[in-house]
């Protein structure tokens, strides 16, 4: 496609759309201010003259492969990719509505507990996985060829458009929607030079002087290549974030405070991974929390809230290496070589020891505790599995209180911190169902094979221990002490490949966004006439051909700095 | 003074700017009627007079309100028309209209200066509360609100200096002003230091940029309904009531073009980029499609969608107002709405 037809294409348009003087009015529409046509949108343009067809919305009735381009020629028009971004836009709603497996596993769990039916239905739309449906890749896809289909024949029109000619000068240049004029005595020729001058000098693509008298300057170009730069970049984005999602892993780990971790897929509570991901990627370190500090704030209205979580790990970076002492914060992750060591949520284990009738020890150490509420109120079971013929297991269900203070709905935990720690307990005897085969949760009693103590009165068996205290249980059954507690962090290990590439990605789209935003594709025409005195006439107009800016105010100063030239020759001759 | 109570005195001083904003919008909106009053009075004395003064009454408004001084001499030439007791009758038409303009001068000064004066003391308050918690004024959705107010209120002095941009000034205020009420009531909560996970320099800078944004998406918003306003009477041909002092339908149209276009970059960078770097420290992932990511990035492509139903040259006016303010919708909802009905990651909510 040569120069001439973009240019011919545009001026045809833009002649057309000058808006009437009136409307222009004062306010804020300067002259210059003309309505503009953005080039290149099949929709926008009723019927193309030039070769490669144009937008006819009619199927003709066609060969295949005339009917394929045609479609495809639909496919990429702005009118669809406006339809798909709305479209991407009210497929991500449900999303944030309806739990998420991969955000909330326990949400959906709950969701799909107490809504059974419902959920039946949602599976089959994978409502609990949109962001992975098929569905919603099928509509993100489809923009992104839309995008790849629209933008790279815009960029080779627009390389073409950059090496042609800046367009013809217009036989009535008054008509253009920015103009000025003065009368010189220079002759037609220096006024050439003189505008190409001065229009080189403000940085715009000049054709050579013309002999009609006139300089064609065109300047801008920048704003379709930032466009350019732009689409291009979110597909660079996309690709990297699919493609590094293919690599990536994730895990949490609880671990108390003076336990250790080492980095293979048993040892997590949770993992996932890209499909790419091999365990022989993940780094071969360990590490042990040495100690970990929570702090809250004590006063105020605030109180209560969390101030600082900090966790001071020994890092061993591979087998037998040497140890070495990090600290990680929130916001502070541990960075290991792109793979990232985080602090998730915290809470207390609190520790037992609990003895048989003969006070040996059967089972010893922290347990950790989830928390149920701002001051950690927190709970969790012992699980005290007892050999077959020495006697029925033994199970503790407990609320351990950080703070704990005796109000009128019994104990509660009134401050995060452990001010006062108390743990309330009661216990049970039997069968814990650890050899049944089938996973348990370790914070849950399966209680089928379990009864509950019964004190002397035939009430259910119920304690409450302060650090250091022991109580027996019913009938000499055994022995529980409170040993203290330790406190525990959730660490989650992670990377993200693709990372790099993404961030890189994106703030070159934002360069490209906002060149395509603020970069003004705007023409300027100089040229020099003939009055009826015999002195020389000089024109000076312009033309948008994108949004915003002011052009009355750009051609004003370019026919200033002509004339400046000008009388500045005239001085240097007359000297 | 300490600290602390420097910040909740900031309570109190956003509480006055939240009085002198509401005189603000009385001194606009009178003005507005002295406006209305004195076009009617202007077309009614210009009926069938010279064709230039005919321009004035029935052009833009702006160019009416900029113009009073021509109209009032031009129509104590021209005013005989609607005269039916000869010359007095004409000249007390052309006193009240003299009296209008220089009353609706008068009340624009006023509402200007009051618009200066509010912005100055919102500014002060809005500082107060940053200084007393020593840290930037946006880490809960009271501070967001008074910060996004001030933005917005910054916005509508620049854009009120235009005089089409003032009547979008003057509705726009009642939207600070609503904005104020609910931030120091409804959203209102205590100073205090921030949860661990906000601690951090990216709060600046990413939700920095979140109130900027939104401050402008804002002013666009206003500048969109009142778009679609001036194109329905001009589809009508009213020129009467409030719409016919609205500067033209594409004026309005393209000042919310480049309002949007101001803050979609700034979106872009904000809440989508540097969201996802913060993420990516924070949490170890930079984007796990927690509802206020899914809420971020769908107004993002509702403005995307708008820039590009703007570059399709069919969908210029209010059809593409339209679709901004479906794109202002979700950034409430994101603001709004994400933090009251959803549990996500975001601890930001603080309500
Ligand atoms: C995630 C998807 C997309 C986003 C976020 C996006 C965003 C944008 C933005 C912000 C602009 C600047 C608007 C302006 O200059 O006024 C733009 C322009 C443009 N977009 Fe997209 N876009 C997307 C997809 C597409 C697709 C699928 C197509 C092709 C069908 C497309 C074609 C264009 C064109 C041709 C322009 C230039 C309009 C002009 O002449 O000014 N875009 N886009």
New interface residues.
Partial sequence: MSGDVTSERSGRRSEGRV?PA??R?????RPG?M?W??EG?V??EPARTDSDGGADKRPPALSLGEFLRWAWRQFTS??V??IL??L??VA??P???IP?S??DPLAVRDFRARNPGLSEWYDRFSLFD??SAPWFAAIYLALLVSLVGCILPRSWQHFTAMRAKPPRTPSRLSRMPAYRSFTVDAPSGEVQAAAYAELRGRRFRVADPRDDGSVAAEAGFLRETGNLVFHLSLVVVLLA?ALGGLFGY?GTVLVPEGSGFSNSIVQYDNFSSGSLFEATDLPPFSLQVDRFVMEF?DA???IG?????EATVSFVPEPGAEARTETI?????LNVDGT?I?ILNPGYAPAFTIRNADREILAEGPVPFLPQDDNFTSTGVVKVPVADDEGPDLGIEGVFLPTADVGQNGPVSIFPEPRNPQVFLTAFYGDLGLNSGVAQSIYRLDKDGLEQFEDSDGEPFRAALAAGDTVELPDGSGFITFDGYVSWVNL???R?SG?EI??AG??L??AG??AS??VRRRRLWVRAGTDDEGRTVVEVAGLHRS??GNLDDEVGAVAEGVHRRLSKDQLDEET | MDLISIAEWSRFVVGCALFIYLGVWLAFISEMGLRLRLKRATASATTGATPDLVAVGTGASAVAAESSGDARSGAAEGGEQDAPDGPEAAGDSADLRGYLAEQADVRYRMGRTLLLVATAVLAVGVAMRGIGTERVPWGNMHEFSITAALVASVAFIFVGRTAAGRAVASWGILLVFVTLGLAVTYLYVPPGPLPPALESYWLVIHVGCAVLAFGLFTVAAVVNILQILAERAERRGATGGFVGLLPTSSVLDRLGYRLAAAGFPIWTIGPLILGAVWAEVSWGRFWGWDPKEVWALITWLVYAAYLHARATAGWKGSKASTVALIGYGTAIFSYFGVNIFFEGLHAYGGL
């Fill in positions: 808006e009136a409307e009015g004062r306010s804020g529409a201010d309505t046509t953005p949108h929709d926008a702005m009118r990719a406006l971004l709305f991407l836009a991500a709603i999303g944030s509505v998420q991969d955000v949109v962001y974030v994730r704030i105020g209205s605030q809230q969390a101030d600082n979580y914060r929130v916001n502070e992750p990232l985080h989650q290990i992670s993200n990372k993404a961030l994106a703030l789209a934002v966004l906002a935003l603020y949004e915003g």
